[in-house]
Nanobody, 123 residues
Framework: EVQLVESGGGFVQAGGSLRLSCAAS????????VAWFRQAPGKEREAVSC????????WFSGSVKGRFTISSDNDKNTVYLQMNSLKPEDTAVYYC????????????????WGQGTQVTVSS
């Protein structure tokens, strides 16, 4: 059974940093893509960043490019999202999604999901 577990969310002031972790089990990190999505109240889930474990290819949404970085530790089956210079508009529940194969940004392309972790950024 594949399980994804997010951690690292919390409350931070604008300009601060958080690091989210997505730990996977039952999911071999040979050629998988893990993406971070976020969903704010009343809004659709949107892709934030994603990375492929085999070749390290990655993608960032325009709203976070230059502030967030993503990395994959294949030995630990864990993907990290380092979020710097956080803004109030980054407030959302952050989810990690997993799929076999290349990086894509469509929510429906990801078959495995974690339960989410709340990130709240105060102004």
């Amino acid at each position: 059974e594949v399980q994804l577990v997010e951690s690292g969310g919390g409350f931070v002031q604008a300009g601060g940093s958080l690091r989210l972790s997505c730990a996977a089990s039952g999911f071999t990190f040979d050629d998988v893509s893990v993406a971070w999505f976020r969903q704010a109240p009343g809004k659709e889930r949107e892709a934030v960043s994603c990375v492929n474990s085999r070749d390290g290819s990655s993608w960032f949404s325009g709203s976070v490019k230059g502030r967030f970085t993503i990395s994959s530790d294949n030995d630990k089956n864990t993907v990290y999202l380092q979020m710097n210079s956080l803004k109030p508009e980054d407030t959302a529940v952050y989810y990690c999604g997993g799929r076999y194969g290349t990086v894509v940004t469509r929510t429906g392309a990801y078959g495995f999901w974690g339960q989410g972790t709340q990130v709240t950024v105060s102004s």
